[in-house]
């Protein structure tokens, strides 16, 4: 086919092979626009369950699924010698801390972690801000969470006393000896400790994979593209 001198002259392998990566690019970018909807719907679900009456954490062990992102209560004991200071948390461009502290439900020996909130950091990073705990029973009611928060590690020492840098279930398990709920509670109520509670909703990670999906699309047209201009040969004008 020729056009104003231009002809259209595909080759057999490089058109094969442009087809191959077209086609397998086109089917990524359709399962990550998939995984966006997943999300998403994932994410709806979890709004209604959220909106639903709040259920108490029970002094048996439960399973993650039937309390994540759901408004949970409990009651019992903070057992302060177990705090952690989790690192590098930002709010308002401020760094500084979560406090996150065992709760002892009831009079068992079961506990449910509790992230009470943030505070500020001081300007000597080897003095950790003081912390009011209640010493007694006090009654909590929160979001429950994946207790599991992993974040960039800044180094090779994630552990230093009582600064962690990531939070990891298993490793505080054994550090402590404690028995856990595979929950986190982000508290909501006023204790009066000063430490700030303002939680930003969990995002469904929708908007990722639908960046993920425009790029593999991209590139597809990008490879169309030069193909394309590869496989267009001007016409030689043919003297008489």
Same mark, same amino acid.
């Given at each position: 086919m020729t056009i104003l001198g231009w002809r259209f002259k595909?080759? #057999?392998?490089?058109? /094969? /092979? /442009? @087809? +191959?990566v077209i086609w397998v690019m086109v089917l990524l970018g359709d399962w990550q626009l998939s995984r966006a909807q997943e999300k998403e719907e994932r994410q709806e679900q979890l709004e209604r369950l959220s909106?639903?009456? $709040?259920?108490s954490m029970p002094a048996i062990p439960v399973r993650l699924e039937d309390f994540k992102f759901r408004e949970v209560e409990a009651s019992g004991t903070y057992v302060s010698a177990h705090t952690i200071y989790l690192d590098n948390k930002i709010y308002k461009g401020i760094a500084g801390y979560h406090i996150i502290t065992p709760l002892r439900l009831g009079s068992s020996s079961v506990h449910v972690l509790v992230n009470r909130g943030w505070v500020a950091a001081s300007s000597d990073r080897s003095k950790l801000p003081e912390i009011f705990t209640p010493t007694d029973q006090v009654a909590i009611s929160g979001i429950a969470i994946s207790p599991t928060q992993r974040t960039l590690e800044l180094s090779t020492e994630t552990v230093s006393g009582q600064v962690w840098e990531n939070f990891h279930l298993e490793r505080y398990r054994e550090t402590t000896g404690l028995a856990l709920q595979p @929950? !986190?509670? #982000?508290?909501k109520d006023d204790l009066k400790d000063g430490l700030v509670r303002q939680w930003d909703r969990p995002d469904s990670g929708a908007a990722r994979n639908l960046g993920y999906a425009f790029q593999w699309f $991209? !590139? $597809? =047209?990008?490879?169309?593209?030069?193909? =394309? @201009? #590869? +496989?267009?040969?001007r016409e030689r004008s043919q003297k008489k």
């Amino acid at each position: 086919m020729t056009i104003l001198g231009w002809r259209f002259k595909p080759q #057999l392998w490089p058109t /094969a /092979a /442009a @087809v +191959s990566v077209i086609w397998v690019m086109v089917l990524l970018g359709d399962w990550q626009l998939s995984r966006a909807q997943e999300k998403e719907e994932r994410q709806e679900q979890l709004e209604r369950l959220s909106q639903q009456p $709040a259920i108490s954490m029970p002094a048996i062990p439960v399973r993650l699924e039937d309390f994540k992102f759901r408004e949970v209560e409990a009651s019992g004991t903070y057992v302060s010698a177990h705090t952690i200071y989790l690192d590098n948390k930002i709010y308002k461009g401020i760094a500084g801390y979560h406090i996150i502290t065992p709760l002892r439900l009831g009079s068992s020996s079961v506990h449910v972690l509790v992230n009470r909130g943030w505070v500020a950091a001081s300007s000597d990073r080897s003095k950790l801000p003081e912390i009011f705990t209640p010493t007694d029973q006090v009654a909590i009611s929160g979001i429950a969470i994946s207790p599991t928060q992993r974040t960039l590690e800044l180094s090779t020492e994630t552990v230093s006393g009582q600064v962690w840098e990531n939070f990891h279930l298993e490793r505080y398990r054994e550090t402590t000896g404690l028995a856990l709920q595979p @929950v !986190m509670i #982000l508290q909501k109520d006023d204790l009066k400790d000063g430490l700030v509670r303002q939680w930003d909703r969990p995002d469904s990670g929708a908007a990722r994979n639908l960046g993920y999906a425009f790029q593999w699309f $991209a !590139m $597809a =047209l990008t490879i169309m593209i030069i193909y =394309l @201009v #590869l +496989s267009v040969k001007r016409e030689r004008s043919q003297k008489k």
